[in-house]
T-cell receptor, first 113, second 109 residues
């Protein structure tokens, strides 16, 4: 299996622009998680889905952030408009059940200028 | 509020010098405690899951243990390739996941 796939791996954008991060979970996994990692705050859970349905989005920082999972093999995390404080590494992870092992993707490094 | 702390923040060991990393947690009903390893520029890599106090798991030079308030990751005779950041995470009964800040381990040859 190719593991969790994320794209792009690196993104540099200017403040105010829309940013879309993409994730393909491991085939057969029914839970998907979006995390943000910074030096200051460590790894933070933003949102997670079970069977394509958002279960808990309490970690989403504000309305500028939105996530979708239109099918079992694809999810997006969108930031609109982006701000410099959104600069971080964004990880996607998937698991077979939400209480079991999560497998992480390589992350997307986002820099908002 | 669910909370996870890890100590020490950073640890330098000589090759072969055994030690332990600590993960302390407060959570409203523990569903599981997870240990991950993260190398620079990469995503966290799963190591262990522990579900109940008294449980232990081993993998090569690593051994994880769990009590009602904390978990330890014991590293026996570490090698330079064990250098990484080790992350602890808990899942609460409400299914919320919380990660600790991590311990940066450096093993010198």
């Amino acid at each position: 299996d190719a593991g969790v796939i994320q794209s792009p791996r690196h993104e540099v954008t200017e403040m105010g622009q829309e940013v879309t991060l993409r994730c393909k979970p491991i085939s057969g996994h029914n839970s998907l998680f979006w995390y943000r990692q910074t030096m200051m705050r460590g790894l933070e859970l933003l949102i997670y889905f079970n069977n394509n349905v958002p279960i808990d989005d309490s970690g989403m920082p504000e309305d500028r952030f939105s996530a979708k999972m239109p099918n079992a093999s694809f999810s997006t995390l969108k930031i609109q408009p982006s701000e410099p404080r959104d600069s971080a590494v964004y990880f996607c992870a998937s698991s077979a059940h939400n209480q079991e092992t999560q497998y992480f993707g390589p992350g997307t490094r986002l820099l908002v200028l | 509020e669910d909370q996870v702390t890890q100590s020490p923040e950073a640890l330098r060991l000589q090759e072969g010098e055994s030690s332990s990393l600590n993960c302390s947690y407060t959570v409203s009903g523990l569903r599981g405690l997870f240990w991950y390893r993260q190398d620079p520029g990469k995503g966290p890599e799963f190591l262990f899951t522990l579900y109940s106090a008294g449980e232990e798991k081993e993998k090569e030079r690593l051994k994880a243990t769990l009590t009602k308030k904390e978990s330890f990751l014991h590293i026996t005779a570490p090698k330079p390739e064990d250098s990484a950041t080790y992350l602890c995470a808990v899942q609460a009964q409400d299914q919320n996941f919380v990660f600790g800040p991590g311990t940066r381990l450096s093993v010198l040859p």
